[in-house]
């Protein structure tokens, strides 16, 4: 068993919690047949860890609020990500966690000129790596963001692109990376989260969103790289 913190930075809408729970259930439900125990850390409520040495790699969630908003437990989290880089502690970071990371390390996160990047997803896979089992040059995942990083920080790599996100997705060292999409929202998830923001995304971008969702996601294979990630970094 691989014990991972998971680092609680955002909650699911409460009008689509009833499909899988909010994101320490849904991490746990994605990463439950890949012996890992997740261990929650409600950094939004002030419970940082106490040692990164605490858990053996760590995971960071999406979240609905933008990098940049002006709130002090944000920049908390911002240092400890700066301290998992520095002493090279496995670490994944999704969406928010993207670009979190990003920003810590010095690169600009601002709201996208595309606009919402709603629906399903297909992500170039720039780097091949040891954990990625099996391979693809390809993945698709459901997508709700409308920041994005703007540049790769020093000392990375771009591990993923989309045409409508070129920095998808960084590898930072050997032992840390992430993901602008969300291996974590199931079909059902996505839609719900469509349906409760229409007025946000307008009608027609959310019925266009919708049936990309009709199409298979790449969750599992996503979830075995997490997994195989940690373990072989642990």
């Given at each position: ?204 971008k959310v019925v266009k969103a919708l ?24």
């Amino acid at each position: 068993m691989t014990r991972i913190g998971l680092l609680l930075v955002g909650h699911i809408d409460a009008g689509s919690l009833h499909i899988g729970g909010d994101y320490p259930e849904l991490y746990a439900k994605l990463l439950q047949r890949h012996n890992i125990e997740l261990t929650t850390y409600r950094c939004d409520e002030g419970q940082m860890p106490n040692a990164l040495s605490d858990q053996e790699g760590w995971l960071c969630s999406p979240s609905r609020l933008s990098v940049y908003d002006d709130i002090a437990w944000l920049r908390d989290v911002e240092h400890l990500l700066r301290d998992i880089v520095a002493t090279e502690t496995p670490y994944v970071g999704i969406c928010f966690g993207h670009q979190l990371m990003a920003q810590a390390l010095g690169a600009v996160v601002k709201k996208s000129e595309y606009g919402w990047g709603i629906g399903r997803k297909d992500y170039e896979i720039h780097l091949a790596q040891p954990w990625m089992l099996p391979s693809a040059k390809q993945i698709r995942l459901a997508a709700s963001h409308q920041d994005q990083v703007m540049s790769l920080p020093d000392g990375t790599q771009l591990l993923a692109s989309s045409d409508y996100c070129p920095i998808g997705g960084m590898q930072i060292g050997e032992r840390a990376w992430t993901l602008q999409v969300h291996p974590e929202f199931s079909p059902d998830l996505a839609s719900s989260l469509l349906a409760t923001r229409q007025q946000l995304f307008g009608q027609e971008k959310v019925v266009k969103a919708l049936t990309t969702l009709q199409m298979p996601l790449d969750q599992e294979l996503v979830a075995g790289w997490i997994a195989e990630f940690f373990k072989l970094c642990g």
